[in-house]
């Protein structure tokens, strides 16, 4: 039961982390041409226009998202931590797979880099590191 409680909770921080890197990246970088990005038909609308500068903080956080949700619960040291904390990276790569699903047009190249690096493997790096 504490295993799964922490899980849950690492998953939370994990989406609370994403959430204030992603209203970070809306005030840092405009959206392009002054559309909205706040909403899924508004970046849709948006995606053919967007630049490099664009996919930084959902990368980031994906990513970062992803490492805090495995990093808390490797740290508190439950019983086969990675076995939960790559629970954590498969249910954030879930939602970046839901993501990919729902924005058509978005670049492969962004598809790719995010779905093989910013869940797996920071998941991992969480896991390494909250052993330490």
């Known amino acids: 039961m504490k295993s799964i409680l922490l899980s849950v909770l690492g998953l939370i921080l994990g989406a609370i982390t994403n959430g204030i890197l992603v209203q ?3 005030s840092v970088i405009e959206a392009p041409l002054g559309l909205d990005l706040s909403t899924e038909k508004g ?3 948006a995606m053919p226009l967007m630049e490099f500068k664009h996919f930084v903080f959902p990368f980031l ?3 970062l998202g992803t490492f805090v ?3 808390f619960v490797s740290k508190m040291r439950v019983n086969r931590t990675l076995i ?4 954590i990276g498969f ?3 879930a939602g970046g797979v839901m993501m990919v699903l729902m924005l058509p047009g978005t670049p492969v190249w962004f598809i790719l880099m995010d779905l093989i690096v910013a869940y797996l493997p920071m998941a991992y790096l969480g896991y390494r590191l909250g052993q330490r």
């Not at 939960?84 to 629970?87: E, I, K, L």
């Open 84 to 87: 939960n904390a790559m629970a």
């Open 91 to 93: 249910a954030f790569l």
């Open 24 to 26: 970070i990246g809306s």
């Open 69 to 71: 949700g495995a990093f």
């Open 61 to 63: 956080a994906h990513a």
């Open 43 to 45: 970046l849709a609308k």
